[in-house]
């Protein structure tokens, strides 16, 4: 591994879950990723782009490519999750986001991943976002009830914030219910 190493983006953890699924070249990574359906709702990301982050994965141990001959085109690089970095990606599937702002693309990538790992690992995941988004209803709550009368502002900021946190909690409800 990299003297470099460093926690994955959320992207490259994306490209993980997908090489979990199989084997796959950087052009079938790309199609799949600006593809509008599965993960491509969530992602998009460009060519190059992606192949410097399959170099920083496979530099950093996480995966590993390797050249493949082709019949009637020239070689591709292939590339397939190491145990590190399948041990890394389930890691991650597995847990909430820890910001509500990650939600809206860290956890749907989360959640599209454990529903490919079936009902139990998104059940799971589900009732974990739930917890730390309750965590954050709380948090706010009570930063709320902190706030000085004359903070108008600030009261408008957290209420926001905190009708943000109600609407997850009840998308997470709903979540539940389809899984």
Known sequence: MSPRLQSPLTLEFVLLGLLEQRPMHGYDLYKALNRLEGVGLVWRVKQSQLYALLER?????LLEGKVVPGENRPARREYALTAEGRARFEAWRSSPVEHMRD???EFLARLYFALLAGREAAQNLIK???????GWLDDLTAQTAALDSSQVYEMMVFRYRISQAGALLDWLGVCEGLV
């Open 57 to 61: 994965l496979d530099s950093d141990g």
């Open 103 to 105: 939600v809206r693309q």
């Open 128 to 134: 974990a976002q739930r917890r730390a988004c309750r």
